[in-house]
C-alpha cells in the first residue's frame, strides 16, 4: 500500500472513533428527552454543552465511549483477538461503577466475572444497543475482510447481548464503517442498509420519525434516516441527537458511521476541542494501531 493511501485509512480510521466520541458527549445532553422538549429547552441542540440527566461536564462521554474504549484497548494491548482480554476490560470498567451501564450489559458482565463464559445464552430480551455501540474498532481491526468482521463483530456482543437482531445491528454498522472508510459511494452503502432491512423488516429506516430507543432497530432506523437524509458529518449528528430517545447511543453510532464517510476534516473542530484532550489522543493512537493490525494493511 502506498504511503499516501496508508496515511489517508488511517486519518479516516481516528475519525471513526473520535467521531464516535463526538457524537456521544453532544447526544448526552440530550439523551431521554422528547424531541418537543428539546425544541422548548435548547431550540436546535448542535454544541457539545454537558448536562442531561447524567449532569455532565461539556466534552464528557459516557459508557458508549468507554466500552469502545474497552474493546480498542483489549484488542490492541494484546496484539490479538482475545475476547476474555475485552471481557476483562469490561469488568473493570464496572467495577469503577460508572453513571450509567445498561442492564444487558451489566448482566452479561457480572455473568462473565462470575462464570468466566464469553458468550451469554440466547435472550429475547437482547436486542439492546449495547453491543453496537462499541462496535467501531472491530470495524477497524477486521477492514479488508468482511468475513472476518461478521465473526468478531458478534463474538465482541455475545459477551452481553446474545440477539438475532443485535447480531445484525454489529455487523451492518461494521460494514458501514468498513466500506465508508473504503470510500463506496453512497448507494453503495445505502445497499448496504437496504440489506439489512430487507432481512430483517425491524430496520426499515425510509421516513422514520420515531426516535432512538433501548430497542436497537429503533436506534439504528434512527441513524441510518439521518445519515442518508443529510450530506455532512455535523449535519449528520445534529439530526440524529435532537431526535432524543437514546440520543448519546444514536449520536456514538452516527459518529462513527458518519466519521467514516466524512473523514476527520469534516468533524467540527470545536465538537473535537470540546473532548478531553488525553481521550483524544488514545482514541487517534487506538484507531492506528487498529487499522496497521486489519488484514488490508497486513496483505499490503
Ligand atoms: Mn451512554
Ligand atoms: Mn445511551
Given at each position: 500500500?502506498?504511503?499516501?493511501?496508508?496515511?489517508?485509512?488511517?486519518?479516516?480510521?481516528?475519525?471513526?472513533?473520535?467521531?464516535?466520541?463526538?457524537?456521544?458527549?453532544?447526544?448526552?445532553?440530550?439523551?431521554?428527552?422528547?424531541?418537543?422538549?428539546?425544541?422548548?429547552?435548547?431550540?436546535v441542540?448542535?454544541?457539545?454543552?454537558?448536562?442531561?440527566?447524567?449532569?455532565?461536564?461539556?466534552?464528557?462521554?459516557?459508557?458508549?465511549?468507554?466500552?469502545?474504549?474497552?474493546?480498542?484497548?483489549?484488542?490492541?494491548?494484546?496484539?490479538?483477538?482475545?475476547?476474555?482480554?475485552?471481557?476483562?476490560?469490561?469488568?473493570?470498567?464496572?467495577?469503577?461503577?460508572?453513571?450509567?451501564?445498561?442492564?444487558t450489559?451489566?448482566?452479561?458482565?457480572?455473568?462473565?466475572?462470575?462464570?468466566r463464559?464469553?458468550?451469554?445464552?440466547?435472550?429475547?430480551?437482547?436486542?439492546?444497543?449495547?453491543?453496537?455501540?462499541?462496535?467501531?474498532?472491530?470495524?477497524?481491526?477486521?477492514?479488508?475482510?468482511?468475513?472476518?468482521?461478521?465473526?468478531?463483530?458478534?463474538?465482541?456482543?455475545?459477551?452481553?447481548?446474545?440477539?438475532?437482531?443485535?447480531?445484525?445491528?454489529?455487523?451492518?454498522?461494521?460494514?458501514?464503517?468498513?466500506?465508508?472508510?473504503?470510500?463506496?459511494?453512497?448507494?453503495?452503502?445505502?445497499?448496504t442498509?437496504?440489506?439489512?432491512?430487507?432481512?430483517h423488516?425491524?430496520?426499515?429506516?425510509?421516513?422514520?420519525?420515531?426516535?432512538?430507543?433501548?430497542?436497537?432497530?429503533?436506534?439504528l432506523?434512527?441513524?441510518?434516516?439521518?445519515?442518508?437524509?443529510?450530506?455532512?458529518?455535523?449535519?449528520?449528528?445534529?439530526?440524529?441527537?435532537?431526535r432524543?430517545?437514546?440520543?448519546?447511543t444514536?449520536?456514538?453510532?452516527?459518529?462513527?458511521?458518519?466519521?467514516?464517510?466524512?473523514?476527520?476534516?469534516?468533524?467540527?473542530?470545536?465538537?473535537?476541542?470540546?473532548?478531553?484532550?488525553?481521550?483524544?489522543?488514545?482514541?487517534a493512537?487506538?484507531?492506528?494501531?487498529?487499522?496497521?493490525?486489519?488484514?488490508?494493511?497486513?496483505?499490503?
Amino acid at each position: 500500500m502506498s504511503p499516501l493511501r496508508s496515511a489517508t485509512i488511517v486519518r479516516r480510521a481516528r475519525a471513526v472513533l473520535l467521531g464516535g466520541a463526538v457524537g456521544d458527549a453532544l447526544g448526552a445532553t440530550t439523551e431521554f428527552m422528547k424531541p418537543a422538549q428539546i425544541r422548548e429547552r435548547i431550540g436546535v441542540h448542535r454544541e457539545i454543552t454537558g448536562g442531561g440527566w447524567l449532569n455532565l461536564l461539556p466534552g464528557q462521554v459516557t459508557d458508549d465511549t468507554e466500552m469502545t474504549l474497552c474493546v480498542a484497548r483489549g484488542i490492541v494491548q494484546t496484539r490479538e483477538w482475545n475476547l476474555a482480554a475485552i471481557a476483562d476490560r469490561f469488568a473493570h470498567w464496572l467495577s469503577g461503577e460508572p453513571a450509567d451501564v445498561g442492564a444487558t450489559c451489566r448482566r452479561g458482565i457480572l455473568e462473565y466475572v462470575e462464570t468466566r463464559r464469553l458468550a451469554a445464552a440466547p435472550n429475547e430480551w437482547d436486542a439492546g444497543n449495547g453491543a453496537a455501540m462499541r462496535v467501531a474498532p472491530v470495524a477497524l481491526y477486521t477492514l479488508g475482510d468482511e468475513e472476518l468482521l461478521s465473526r468478531l463483530a458478534v463474538e465482541q456482543a455475545h459477551v452481553t447481548h446474545h440477539h438475532p437482531l443485535s447480531d445484525a445491528a454489529c455487523v451492518a454498522v461494521g460494514r458501514l464503517i468498513q466500506r465508508g472508510l473504503l470510500r463506496t459511494p453512497l448507494a453503495g452503502l445505502r445497499a448496504t442498509a437496504e440489506e439489512l432491512a430487507a432481512r430483517h423488516p425491524e430496520f426499515r429506516f425510509e421516513g422514520y420519525d420515531g426516535e432512538s430507543s433501548a430497542y436497537v432497530p429503533d436506534t439504528l432506523r434512527t441513524v441510518l434516516d439521518a445519515f442518508f437524509s443529510t450530506g455532512s458529518f455535523e449535519d449528520c449528528l445534529v439530526k440524529t441527537v435532537n431526535r432524543g430517545g437514546d440520543a448519546d447511543t444514536a449520536g456514538a453510532i452516527a459518529g462513527a458511521i458518519a466519521g467514516a464517510r466524512y473523514g476527520l476534516s469534516a468533524i467540527p473542530r470545536r465538537w473535537v476541542n470540546a473532548l478531553d484532550a488525553g481521550l483524544r489522543e488514545e482514541l487517534a493512537s487506538l484507531a492506528e494501531q487498529l487499522v496497521r493490525n486489519s488484514p488490508l494493511f497486513d496483505r499490503a
